[in-house]
Nanobody, 127 residues
Framework: QFQFADSGGGLVQPGGSLKLSCAAS????????IGWFRQAPGKEREGVSC?????????YAADSVKGRFTMSRDNAKNTAFLHMNNLKPEDSAVYFC???????????????????WGQGTQVTVSS
């Protein structure tokens, strides 16, 4: 039974940083790739990044976040992280994590492993 708890969001000024956490439970999280998604008001949910089960490989969905966002994970704590730096107002959204599929330790952000999501954590970037 997949369960995810997203946390770490908040209000931050442009150029600031946040670290989001995705605590997984109810399954062997260390065997699954984890993906982060976000949804801004009036927009569809979009993929942001994913990390393979080993943590060795990551993938970022858009050039807009490459170089600013980094994923990591701590399998001993069944937790994945999204480190967000140099935040911009367009990064404002509710961020969600879930399990995604992987092949040969490469995560596939567009292929969800489950339809279960965390409750989401709000990120607001504003001066």
């Amino acid at each position: 039974q997949f369960q995810f708890a997203d946390s770490g969001g908040g209000l931050v000024q442009p150029g600031g940083s946040l670290k989001l956490s995705c605590a997984a439970s109810g399954f062997s999280a260390d065997k699954y790739a984890i993906g982060w998604f976000r949804q801004a008001p009036g927009k569809e949910r979009e993929g942001v990044s994913c990390i393979s089960s080993s943590g060795r490989n990551t993938w970022y969905a858009a050039d807009s976040v490459k170089g600013r966002f980094t994923m990591s994970r701590d399998n001993a704590k069944n937790t994945a992280f999204l480190h967000m730096n140099n935040l911009k107002p367009e990064d404002s959204a509710v961020y969600f994590c879930t399990a995604v599929r992987q092949l040969n330790d490469q995560c596939a952000l567009r292929e969800l492993r489950t339809d279960t999501w965390g409750q989401g954590t709000q990120v607001t970037v504003s001066s």
